[in-house]
Structure formats: structure tokens, C-alpha cells
């Protein structure tokens, strides 16, 4: 008897589940094994495996592969149920395939295989494989997606696994094809135990249960590493990196702070932020309100403060669309301001609303004295790019100054001569001191 025909007679000869033979025992086409085929599967037999039986499913799946010339080679096994009593699978020579009545069959190989082995198989968190191993769209790389994740390979990263939030939050990015390119780690607890991170190969997705999962990357990536990550006073990202409205920086929101960058500037760490409302009687003519929130973000950025924009209002009080705003001086305000600054609408009570409107009387391009427990500002249509980060300055408590290369000028924004103008380190001191800057 050949070791086929033992084979055979250990699982039932014709009375098994194989059935009767189908064909004579062959040399298979790559000339080093044996095979039969029986009514319901084959057993092939090579020297250094022995004989299996394989059937069913996954039988399909290897003759589609093209048997033992593919890559799987001689099954090692027989067919056999797995652990957890869902699925089966058969070991080959190079690879595996898996099988269960809610996945169908697929294979596992490589550099993969290996690392869902070092996992615990389907009994990890990954579990049954939904897809043979796949080339990328790019190319590059290889991947396998599993029940519960997915893990990619390329010959420069290696084999790593994400799931969950991070690998969704991927995934509606452009997966490997996106500027995140692919992963460099599996996902991986952080040093402080509360959150979980992917490294990629151009950024990084960090996650905790009560921030989500946010992407960061680039320069303001860079920065938060050199500070110490999620340890350092700034915490878990709470945004994606955002575009400034204007389109000129970008920005990332943390849990107790913010990365700003420009090209100008580089990045910058700010550890307090104002939450800014507009409300808008008159839109302005000369700069868009875009361009006077990311003047605003460049400028404060500089003093360690970010921008949150927090709502944006239309309001229909045409009796108050050139406002009286009296002296404009900090601590006295006119029935019109008072009646205005009255409309904050649930904006929270240290936020700062600033007030687009037509004009002040007498002319100004702004003014920044407001009744007290309603911070707030007016900003005129006709306002330079700066003037509403000036204004918002002196609600954060800063008086004017003599030089035309500073914010807080009091010879006009529009003569200021060295865009962006400058905040300098006492003046940074007192903003981030202010009730509005938390
Ligand atoms: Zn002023």
C-alpha cells in the first residue's frame, strides 16, 4: 500500500467522506509528489510532508491557486477543525488557508500568516480571515483583511496589524494611498496606558476612549514628539490636522492645547486657547472674515494661544449696524453696545464673541470695550486684516503701544509695517493669564 492508499483506509476507504477514487494514484505536475482524487476531495503526498487529505472549500480555494506548483505547495495537514470549534483549515507548505461557513476559505501566507500566528490565529482579536492575501492599490504592498482588522505588508515596513477606530479612521483617509502611507507598528497601548497609537510611515493615528481617533502628522507631529507625545502638557489630539480658514497654516487641536504651523512661523505650541464666536450684522469688504480668524491664529500663535472657532451667526439688528460705541474706552459702554452684546445666544460665559458690523460711531475700524461677563468686540467691514486679533487683544487685557511693528498699535492696523505684526513676551504673559484664554 502506498501512503495515499493508508491514508485513504485511516479515513474510511470508499465508506468515508471522500467517497470512491475518481482517479489512479498520479505523479502531480510538479513531478516531486503523488495525489488522487477521490468524490470528495484528493489526498497528495510528497516526500517531505506526507499524505493529507484536502476537500471541500478549501480544496477549491488551493486547486484555484493552482494546487502544489502555488505558492501554498503540499497540504501539512489534513483538514481539521480549529480551537474554537467555528472554522477549519489546513496547514500548506507555504501558508495556511481557513475556512468557516460565515467567511467562506481564504489563505494566509508569509509575513502575514506570521504575525496572526504571533497574535493567537482566529482566536485573537483579529479572528477568521475575510480575503486571501491582496496586492495594494498602489503596488507596493500586501494585505489580508480579517474579522476583526487588517494587516499590511510591504518589504520596507514589515507586516502590522490595525484595527478598530484607528484602521477606520484610516481607511476613510485613502488607506496605505493617503499621505499616511503605511503602517510602521501594530497598534500599540501608550506609554501613559490610556491610549493606543499606529505609527505610519508619514504620520501617526492616536486614540483614546474619550478623544476618538485623530491623525497627526508632519511638522506638528514633530513637535509634539520632541515634547513627549501624549505626556507632554498638550495630551491626546482632538482634531485631524485642520486648515487654517485662510488656507495659509494648519493646525492641530489637543486636549489642553494646540500645534499651529505656517511656513512663516514653523511649528508653534500653544498651551491656552480662545473659543471665538462671530456674529455678523455686516459682512466686511475689504479682508473676508476667514482671512482676519487666520491673521488671528498666525499672530497669537506666537504668544502660545490658539484660535478655537467655535460658531458663526448671522444677526438682523439693523438699528444697531453702526454701532455707538461712545469713547470706546475699556470699562464704559453705550446703551447700543449693551443692547448688542446682549445677543450671545448660549455662547459660553469666557468666550469672546466678536460683532461684524457696518460702522462704529464716531468711525472706527473696531472697539473692544464691553459690559461686563460679556466679552466681546466690533469689528467694521471696512477693517484692516489685523483688526480683529487687536481688538480680541485688548478684550484679553492689552493696552496700546507706540510701534507700528506690534499688534497692539495704537497708530492703526492698517500702518502696521512688519506683517504679522508682533506680540511680545510680556504682552504673551498677560493674554495667557486672561479669564478669556483657558
Ligand atoms: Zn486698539
Redo the contacts with the bound molecule.
Keep these: 500500500m502506498s501512503d495515499i492508499d493508508v491514508k485513504y483506509a485511516q479515513l474510511g476507504g470508499a465508506g468515508g467522506f471522500l467517497g470512491a477514487a475518481t482517479t489512479g494514484e498520479n505523479v502531480a505536475p510538479d513531478g516531486i509528489g503523488h495525489y488522487r482524487h477521490y468524490q470528495n476531495g484528493s489526498i497528495y503526498w510528497s516526500p517531505s510532508t506526507g499524505a493529507h487529505e484536502s476537500h471541500g472549500a478549501i480544496r477549491a480555494l488551493w486547486a484555484a491557486k493552482g494546487w502544489e506548483r502555488s505558492f501554498l505547495g503540499y497540504p501539512m495537514t489534513d483538514e481539521t477543525g480549529t480551537p474554537d470549534g467555528v472554522g477549519r483549515y489546513n496547514h500548506f507548505q507555504g501558508g495556511s488557508i481557513y475556512w468557516t461557513p460565515s467567511t467562506g476559505a481564504h489563505e494566509v501566507h508569509g509575513a502575514i500568516r506570521g504575525l496572526w500566528a504571533a497574535k493567537g490565529w482566529e482566536r485573537s482579536f483579529l479572528g477568521y480571515p475575510l480575503t486571501d492575501e491582496s496586492t495594494t492599490p498602489d503596488g507596493v504592498g500586501r494585505y489580508n483583511h480579517f474579522q476583526g482588522g487588517s494587516i499590511y505588508w510591504t518589504p520596507s515596513t514589515g507586516a502590522h496589524e490595525v484595527h478598530g477606530a484607528i484602521r477606520y479612521l484610516w481607511s476613510t483617509l485613502g488607506w496605505e494611498r493617503s499621505f499616511l502611507g503605511y503602517p510602521l507598528t501594530d497598534e500599540t497601548t501608550t506609554p501613559d496606558g490610556v491610549g493606543r497609537y499606529n505609527h505610519f510611515q508619514n504620520a501617526s493615528i492616536y486614540w483614546t476612549p474619550s478623544t476618538g481617533a485623530h491623525e497627526v502628522h508632519g511638522a506638528i507631529r514633530a513637535l509634539w514628539a520632541s515634547m513627549g507625545w501624549e505626556r507632554s502638557f498638550l495630551g491626546y489630539p482632538t482634531s485631524n490636522e485642520l486648515s487654517t480658514e485662510d488656507g495659509t497654516g494648519r493646525y492641530s487641536e489637543f486636549q489642553h492645547g494646540s500645534i499651529y504651523w505656517s511656513p512663516a512661523t514653523g511649528a508653534l505650541a500653544c498651551r491656552e486657547t480662545v473659543r471665538l464666536h462671530i456674529k455678523c450684522l455686516t459682512a466686511p469688504t475689504r479682508f473676508s472674515i476667514n482671512t482676519m480668524i487666520s491673521n488671528m491664529r498666525l499672530t497669537y500663535a506666537t504668544a502660545q494661544i490658539g484660535v478655537k472657532y467655535v460658531s458663526f451667526e448671522n444677526l438682523n439688528l439693523p438699528d444697531l449696524n453702526d454701532l455707538d460705541v461712545g469713547a470706546c474706552t475699556m470699562g464704559s459702554t453705550t446703551a447700543e453696545q449693551n443692547q448688542l452684546y446682549g445677543n450671545r445666544n448660549g455662547v459660553a460665559a469666557n468666550d469672546v464673541v466678536v460683532y461684524m458690523v457696518r460702522s462704529t460711531v464716531p468711525p472706527y475700524n473696531g472697539c473692544?470695550a464691553y459690559p461686563s461677563g460679556r466679552p466681546s468686540a466690533a469689528v467694521v467691514a471696512g477693517a484692516s486684516a489685523w483688526t480683529m486679533a487687536?481688538?480680541v487683544g485688548?478684550v484679553l487685557g492689552l493696552p496700546?503701544v507706540n510701534d507700528s511693528n506690534r499688534l497692539?498699535t495704537?497708530g492703526g492696523t492698517d500702518n502696521i509695517t512688519n506683517p504679522p505684526p508682533d506680540i511680545i513676551g510680556s504682552e504673551a504673559a498677560t493674554m495667557l493669564a486672561s479669564p478669556f484664554t483657558n
Excluded: F, K, Q, V
Aim: charged share 15%.
Design positions: 473692544a487687536h481688538e485688548h496700546h497692539m495704537g
